[in-house]
Nanobody
Framework: QVQLVESGGGWVQPGGSLELSCAAS?????????MGWYRQGPGKEREFVAH???????TYGDSVRGRFTISRDYVKNTLTLQMNCAKVWDTAGYYC????????WGQGTQVTGSS
């Protein structure tokens, strides 16, 4: 079982930066898994943001590619999303997820893009 706890959400000005973190704990395999971020704005469906595999491959959604960077620390078991050039439409609840033998979700952290 894997537990995921997000942190780092808050207010960010358009064009500004914010860093989100996800701390994973529990029985985490060394391979065969993907960790990533999804987001969901009010009245919208959950949207893929980015993910990283256990062997270092990263994938980004079209809406964030070139602005956000995902990274994993395999020693500390943390997942980071560096948000740069933030836009108003980045406003959403951001959720950390783990996909492997089983799927897990964190409870989310709110990001609000506002001037």
């Amino acid at each position: 079982q894997v537990q995921l706890v997000e942190s780092g959400g808050g207010w960010v000005q358009p064009g500004g930066s914010l860093e989100l973190s996800c701390a994973a704990s529990g029985s985490i395999p060394s391979s065969g898994n993907t960790m990533g971020w999804y987001r969901q704005g009010p009245g919208k469906e959950r949207e893929f943001v980015a993910h990283a595999t256990n062997h270092g491959r990263t994938t980004y959604g079209d809406s964030v590619r070139g602005r956000f960077t995902i990274s994993r620390d395999y020693v500390k078991n943390t997942l980071t999303l560096q948000m740069n050039c933030a836009k108003v439409w980045d406003t959403a609840g951001y959720y950390c997820d783990y996909r492997g033998g089983h799927n897990y979700w964190g409870q989310g952290t709110q990001v609000t893009g506002s001037s």
